[in-house]
């Protein structure tokens, strides 16, 4: 059927309307936009979202913190550390002071070391028998008269006195001082940085989240949603067995919650929670 010239005019488009739609920008500023879009500015936030915050079914189900008796392990590994350091310090001593080519290797250094405290006249001391037993006992007095003609003889309630051995400074006693000291102060920063790191670790758990917030002066707050978490393991050391104490590692993603005190209890509920919660996102995902 063929058309008319008339018709074949009318599908035309009309030439008198202005084409204004090229001229507009296709995109335009936020600050151009009326609503609460461009009322709203920065760290700010609308009426719906408080809404949202407070009409959510997120309860919070347990929180924890690490028990202290996690100090007791390491209090134990320090003190048998000290232990070994002292005792290594002793022995190197007594090697020293009783091998003379140890202490030449030492002098070669610039390190003094003397040998084991011993007297100038170790036969003079107080209650010590002279050489020689009853013999020289019985020795003739003339020998004494003659003496006491150019000297008088001392005192004999007087102790006989001792002189000491002189000699340079033992710069080796010092040096293992200084060591015993410098690892003592060396653990003992290390335990009260453990202490420090419990007593500001949080274990909290609501009914969607696992959070984990430790670090005093750098905080470190780490969520992890329950219907994510794989199997968790329940290890109990010796140390803290004895006391009721247990540690819950769970394989995936890697979280360790250290110092639990009823980790049984804790496994069930962050596994049972997260049953909830996965059947709640399939919802939402399939409606």
């Keep these: 059927m063929a058309q008319s010239p008339d018709d074949s005019n009318q599908l035309q488009p009309s030439h008198s309307i202005p084409r204004t739609l090229q001229t507009k920008p296709v995109t335009i500023p936020v600050q151009a936009a009326s609503g609460v879009i461009s009322d709203i500015g920065d760290n700010a936030v609308t009426g719906r979202a408080e809404y949202i915050r407070q009409n959510t079914d997120e309860e919070m189900i347990w929180q924890e913190t690490p028990s202290l008796v996690l100090l007791l392990p390491r209090f134990v590994k320090y003190a048998i550390l000290m232990a070994i350091v002292i005792i290594a310090c002793s022995m190197g001593r007594n090697y020293v002071g009783h091998n003379p080519w140890a202490r030449a290797g ?91 790191k419990l007593m500001t670790t949080k274990y909290r758990a609501s009914s969607q989240r696992l959070i984990v917030e430790e670090g005093s002066l750098h905080s470190v707050n780490r969520p992890y949603e329950l219907h994510q978490l794989g199997d968790a393991v329940i290890v109990k050391p010796l140390l803290l067995r004895m006391f009721g104490i247990s540690n819950l590692e769970i394989t995936k993603p890697s979280v360790v919650l250290y110092g639990l005190r009823n980790a049984d209890y804790v496994r069930d509920i962050l596994r049972q929670g997260g049953q909830l919660e996965a059947q709640r996102v399939d919802k939402i995902r399939f409606r």
């Design 106 to 196: 030492l002098e070669s250094i610039g390190i003094h070391s003397s040998a084991v405290s011993r007297t100038s006249e170790p036969g003079r001391r107080t209650g010590h028998k002279p050489r020689g037993g009853r013999r020289a006992l019985d020795q003739p007095s003339d020998a004494a008269s003659t003496d006491s003609t150019s000297a008088a003889a001392p005192d004999a309630d007087q102790p006989p006195s001792e002189t000491p051995y002189s000699g340079r400074s033992n710069d080796l006693d010092h040096i293992l001082i200084l060591v015993q000291v410098g690892f003592a102060g060396l653990l003992t920063l290390l335990f009260l940085a453990y202490l420090l």
